[in-house]
Structure formats: structure tokens, C-alpha cells
């Protein structure tokens, strides 16, 4: 007699950029086939498990806080196993808080390990206390198994760690040096995801503009995506983040030219005064970032822009605050993502004298999130009338509508049938709201209900 394995449960909590999101997606993929599966309560979970973000102080006060609460949980139930896993992890002092703070977590990891997932937690649940964190990624690990949450839309990572040291950041210590995949391994593993019925990918790095430079046989990333827009099957390609002083003609060339490669940019300015980016180690001045947009620009017809802004940099006055100002009305994000600055324990910036009061930089970011809203109502407008191809996400069955997204990085509501999801259908953009256009389908499609 064949007895079922009895199946276990697992919560996860995913904090922080979309590589931790992937991460996730693979360790879904392993615990899947170590018979968990995923539940949307701590109340359910025989394995809770967090996944942490380090860039921001914010999110890393909440871990403590959730976690902290958990012990309740394990009082009642003491085989439930509580993890921690991801950036924070990799930060020695931060290690040490949780492991004095935190004594009722069992199993703690880091980003470089998340393939050795059965034997710690094997270990862990049978009463051991494991903490194994080690401090550089070996080689680059191939063919984990990937639970990804998305069947039309897949994250590949193409690059790991990042060799910047911005002075703000945290991400080199935890996440170590540059590591570029094997670009054979990348265009199997695409080729595999467009065989499988995903029509879009998202390449991922810190930095994926680095990509190639540290491999044996050196390629670079415009290369890399001549190779993904001749997989068969695949329709769009995307990446995120690109860093602005490693933005070279070539794959600003490639963008224009490869139909797949989506006219949407993400490229971080983080601040529009020159002697702030200096500071902050960016490598390029105010003027060689709008010179370099200036170049996006022609080359690349209809092209997104979008950003990350840190407002309150030490020694940030308001004359460089103006200037940030100043740039992003002349680019014209579409959207950006703008942080308080947080000081990171262990980076050179946490240690800058001139640390700006939190007010000033409360004020400082309504200003900017202020504009960042008019400027993108501005940009949104701009769509109307215009026909795009939008790859369609979604059925929304009240309200008979379908959501996608244009190449260039617009979401679209159009009503149409639910048998259009997974197709890519032609639109006239009708109507700008405030972060979604409205559109009506255009060509043959039976607007039916099926
Ligand atoms: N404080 C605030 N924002 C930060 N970022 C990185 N480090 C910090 C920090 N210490 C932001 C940057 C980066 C984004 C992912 O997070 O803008 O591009
Ligand atoms: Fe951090 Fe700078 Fe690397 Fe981005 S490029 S991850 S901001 S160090």
C-alpha cells in the first residue's frame, strides 16, 4: 500500500527588491519539492519563513516586529520552525541582533546558500538551532527548481552581487561581488521559459549593464540580448537595473533595434546634484546623466524613463535638493521611486558628517513626490491617442475588463473577453487616470464574454 506523504505548509514573507522575489520563486521551487506548499497565514505554517531587504532601516524594524511576535505561535505549536533568510542575514551586526534579540527563530541563512535549503532545514526541524551564513557566493549554482508565480511573465537573473560600493548602499556587502551567469546557461534556461509559454522575461541584476565583463570568454549585455530576441516564442524582453555610467551606445543601440527589447528604462539617478553624486560614488556628474538621456532619447522613439531618488543625502542642501528638482523636470520621469535617505551601519555615507534632520527630509521628498505626480499625470496624458500593443495579464470577471501593458511600460484597462489573456492585442489608448490608461480593443477580437 502507497501511504501520501502528509504535506507540510509554508508562509513567506518577501521584502525588498525583485531579486528577492526570485529568490523566493526558488526557494518555493525547493520546499515544493520537499512536499510543502505555500499558505497565505502564519497560523497555518509549520515553516514560517522571512525573506529580508537591508537597503532601507524601515523594513528591517518590521522583521523584528513580526518575528517578535511569532513566539506565541511556537509556544503553542514547538515543532513550528521559524526562518530567517536573505539580506539582512549577511550583515555581521545584524546577525548578531537577531541571534540575541530573536532566540525563538531555529533556521537563519544567507543570499549565497539558499540551494543548501533541505539539509538546514532537515537539520532544523529536528530541534537544531542553524545559522549558516557564509560570505561570498561559490560558484554560480544552475537548475535549482523555480515555483514561479507568474505563467506568462518569468524573472531570469543574469548577474548577482554588484563591485559599485555607492556609498549609501548595503547591497555589496550582502549581496558580494559581481558574478555573471554563463550566457549559454541564460538562452537555455529563456528558451526553456518561452517553450513553457511565457511570453515575457525580466533579466535581473543590481547591475545588469555589467553583465559578461568578469566572465572567462567577456561578452557584454547588448550580446546577451541580440541572443534572447531570437528565441522563438518569446515576445517581450525587460531588465532592471541598469546603472547610468555603464549605459554604453551599444546597448542603447540594441534597445532601439531588437523587436522584443521593451522601450521602457529604469536607470536610477539618485540625485541631480553633481557634487552629491560624487559623495555618493555614482560615477557620473549631473551633466553626463542628461547627455545620456538626451542620447536615449533620439535613439529610442517613445522610450519610458523611470528612476530611484534618495532625498537627504549627507550634506544634501537645498540648492543640490533644487537640482534634483531641476532634472527630474527636465527628463521627464515617468514615474520614480524616491527613498529618505536611511543611514546603513558599515557604509562610508553612515559616517558623513552634515546628516540631514528628518523633517528637512520629509519636506524635501513632498516637494519631489509632489512634482514626480504632476510630471507623471503629464506623461500618462501624453499616451492618449496613440496605438499600442499591450500583452494582456489579466481578467477582471465583475467588471469584464482586461489588464496588460504597453511595451513601454503602461498598464492598460480595456474591456474584452477573458480568452485574450497571454495574447498581445492592438489598443487605442483613450484615457489617462492616475496610474493606469484606458483603452479600447482595435482589430478583429470578439469583445464576447466566452
Ligand atoms: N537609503 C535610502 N535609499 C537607498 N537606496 C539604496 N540604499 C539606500 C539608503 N541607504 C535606494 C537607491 C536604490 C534603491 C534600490 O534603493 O535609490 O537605487
Ligand atoms: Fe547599491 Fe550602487 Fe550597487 Fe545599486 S549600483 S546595488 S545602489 S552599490
Partial sequence: ????????????????????????????????????????????????????????????????????????????????????????????????????????????????????????????????????????????????????????????????????????????YTRGRERSRDAEAIVEEVRALALDGVREITLLGQNVNAYGKDLKNPTDFAELLHRLNAIPGLERIRFTTSHPRDMKDPLIEAMAALDKVCEHLHLPVQSGSSEILRRMNRGYTREDYLELVRRIKNVIPNVNLTTDIIVGFPGETEEDHQATLDLVEDVGFSSSFTFLYSPREGTPAAKMADQIPEATKKQRIYELIELQNRISAATMAAEVGSIRDILVESYDSVKKTLLGRTKNHYQVVVEGPEHLVGEIVEVRITRSLTWTLRGELLGNHSSAVC
Fill in 1 to 172: 500500500m502507497i501511504y501520501e506523504q502528509p504535506q507540510k505548509s509554508v508562509y513567506i514573507k518577501t521584502m525588498g527588491c525583485q531579486m528577492n522575489e526570485h529568490d523566493t520563486e526558488v526557494i518555493l521551487g525547493i520546499l515544493t519539492s520537499l512536499g510543502y506548499h505555500e499558505v497565505g497565514s502564519v497560523e497555518e505554517a509549520d515553516l514560517i519563513l522571512y525573506n529580508t531587504c537591508s537597503v532601507r532601516e524601515n523594513p528591517e524594524r518590521k522583521v523584528y516586529g513580526h518575528i517578535t511576535s511569532f513566539r506565541a505561535l511556537k509556544e503553542k505549536n514547538p515543532s513550528l520552525v521559524i526562518g530567517i533568510c536573505g539580506c539582512m542575514t549577511q550583515q555581521k551586526l545584524e546577525l548578531e541582533n537577531i541571534l540575541q534579540k530573536l532566540p525563538h527563530v531555529d533556521l537563519i541563512f544567507g543570499t549565497h546558500n539558499i540551494h543548501r535549503l533541505p539539509e538546514l532545514l532537515d537539520r532544523a526541524a529536528s530541534g537544531e538551532r542553524i545559522v549558516e551564513v557564509w560570505d561570498q557566493g561559490e560558484d554560480i549554482i544552475e537548475d535549482l527548481p523555480v515555483q514561479r508565480r507568474d505563467p506568462l511573465r518569468a524573472f531570469v537573473n543574469v548577474i548577482y552581487g554588484c563591485t559599485n560600493f555607492c556609498t549609501y548602499c548595503i547591497v555589496p
